[in-house]
């Protein structure tokens, strides 16, 4: 969603790396672009005139204008400011203190209201809770249904007495929710309601007749990412007639500018407590402002990144295939297989490389990435029997063939992938010996004098009494390599570099 808004701020920073100080009328060059590329992304006049105001004033500060490398000074004003007009802290749900904590959902139609109360009941499931969804939305077609059939996938009960479909009071079916929550325990509750396709009188009286009678610990307002500064008036109408506490982001994986996220936290002065990337129950998570700022500038989100690892990984088996790439050829296809397999289960490639520090420089080849590549090579392997996938040196030219036919692809698509798996392993088992090949001065590494070289065996032959005897100077320890700064001063070790020496990148 903000493609566009980190090409131009990334383009904004690249041009001014090549300046040793900053000139006042390169800071207001600067601000320039940066209020084009937050206009360019829709978001509010409003927000953009404050933001490029603080920018610019803490642009302005001696201590940046007598800095060395002041582009990172910039760097990092911008990324405060934009945590700050995205909420500044991450908020998480008030949970009552005598249950069950209730929890209003409101919006316009298409929103995706509905879908979200399924995502946020297996969020609140997966975090230890008892939710039960309330089908209160009785107007639009097939809602209640839709809200069960939601309800069920995300493991969640669903409390739904009406049939829905213009049959029912939803006053009275989300006050009979709250007493059927206190008789069966669950701790809390997801109402559901009714959407428009614009704002009128009448979704307000509802809406508020709704939380009178329930009083939610949390009214939240979902809101369609995508809509632009509509959504900005949209969420102001809801605060005026019926009140927000906090907002909720839908379709965030879209291709929309995103201006609405950048925009309606500041402009409503209320949190956006919570987001939604994909189709999936499980591409929903708590919004981070922090996190978001640092997407924006192209500098990932390993915290997210790490957080999903930890809920997806089985820590056992990892550990496993570490210590196996501890041993010579004891990582085989099978434990690369599984390896593979659990990262998939974090979401697509493309999406998990995305994450990753200075990935926007690789942007066009990560979105170049084919998920059905990763599923050939899933038939490649499982063609092959537990012997093979252990010790791919038995591979020979005629179980080559018969794999081949079995994962129903050529020959060549086989030795590709042993090839590659053979490389990699190479390379996985070099740095886990003791780091990086190549680097002089590192225990495992190649690069350094070898002893008994002629020049050493040349020293030893010398007679003795031939020179006096010198003191031996101290040994100093071998420095630390030194990181990139960048991503352009990274280079791959040559055995990673062959595997990547194609248009479109593979796994």
Same mark, same amino acid.
């Given at each position: ?41 829709? #978001? ?17 500060? +001696?201590? #940046?204008? @007598?800095? /060395? ?8 004003? #911008?990324?405060?400011?934009?945590? +700050? ?39 609140? *499931? ?30 969640? !009960? ?18 009979? $929710?709250?007493? !059927? ?17 614009? #704002? ?50 839908? @379709? ?23 987001? +939604? ?12 402002? =922090? ?22 990984? =089985? ?6 295939? $570490?210590?196996? /790439? ?60 537990? @012997? ?61 004098? *070898? ?10 032959? *010398?007679? +003795? ?40 990148? @593979?796994?």
């Amino acid at each position: 969603m903000f493609d566009t808004l980190q090409d131009r701020l990334s383009t904004v920073f690249k041009g001014l790396r090549s300046k040793g100080r900053l000139t006042e009328a390169d800071i207001d060059a600067t601000m320039r672009e940066i209020r084009i590329a937050l206009l360019e992304a829709d #978001v509010n006049l409003g927000v953009v005139k404050e933001f490029v105001a603080s920018v610019k004033a803490g642009a302005l500060d +001696s201590e #940046v204008s @007598k800095a /060395l490398n002041p582009s990172q000074q910039i760097i990092k004003i #911008v990324n405060d400011e934009l945590v +700050s007009i995205l909420g500044g802290e991450a908020r998480t749900i008030r949970f009552a203190k005598r249950p069950p904590t209730v929890i209003m959902l409101a919006g316009l139609q298409g929103a995706g209201k509905t879908t979200l109360a399924g995502k946020l009941g297996k969020w609140l *499931r997966d975090n230890k809770h008892a939710p039960l969804l309330v089908a209160a939305d009785l107007q639009r077609p097939n809602a209640v249904n839709q809200l069960q059939i939601v309800g069920e996938r995300a493991g969640v !009960h669903v409390f739904a007495p009406e049939p829905g479909n213009g049959v029912g009071d939803p006053v009275d079916v989300a006050r009979r $929710a709250i007493a !059927h929550a206190e008789a069966k325990l669950y701790d809390v509750v997801i109402v559901d309601t009714a959407g428009r396709l614009g #704002v009128d009188q009448e979704l307000m009286r509802q809406a508020a007749n709704i939380k009178a009678a329930v009083e939610p610990d949390e009214t939240l307002f979902v809101v369609d990412a995508m809509i632009g500064q509509d959504a900005v008036n949209t969420a102001k109408a809801f605060d005026e007639g019926v009140g927000v506490d906090g907002v909720v982001l839908t @379709k965030l994986d879209g291709d929309a500018r995103g201006g609405a996220a950048l925009s309606i936290a500041r402009v409503l002065g209320k949190p956006i407590m919570f987001a +939604s990337n994909g189709e999936g129950l499980s591409d929903f998570d708590m919004f981070h402002p =922090d996190r978001m700022a640092s997407r924006i500038l192209g500098m990932g989100d390993m915290l997210t990144l790490i957080e999903q690892a930890e809920k997806t990984f =089985d820590a056992e088996q990892s550990r496993a295939a $570490a210590e196996k /790439l501890m041993g010579k050829n004891q990582f085989g296809l099978q434990d690369f297989l599984s390896q593979m397999q659990q990262l998939r289960k974090m979401g697509p490639m493309s999406k998990i490389l995305g994450m990753l520090p200075g990935a926007g420089q690789f942007k066009q080849a990560i979105n170049e990435i084919d998920e059905k590549e990763i599923d050939r090579i899933e038939a490649i392997i499982n063609a092959m029997t537990p @012997k093979e996938r252990d010790d791919v040196s038995i591979l020979n030219g005629s179980r080559r063939a018969r794999i081949a036919k079995g994962a129903g692809v050529q020959v060549s698509d086989v030795n590709k992938l042993v090839n590659r798996f053979v490389e990699a392993r190479k390379m996985m088992e070099s740095l886990a010996g003791g780091g990086m090949p190549g680097m002089p001065g590192m225990p495992g590494m190649g690069g350094g004098r *070898r002893a008994g070289s002629k020049k050493q065996q040349g020293k030893k032959g *010398r007679k +003795s009494g031939s020179r006096p005897n010198r003191p031996q100077p101290v040994q100093q320890a071998p420095k630390a390599p030194q990181l990139p700064q960048s991503m352009d001063d990274f280079e791959l070790p040559p055995e990673l570099a062959k595997m990547f020496n194609e248009n479109k990148p @593979k796994f």
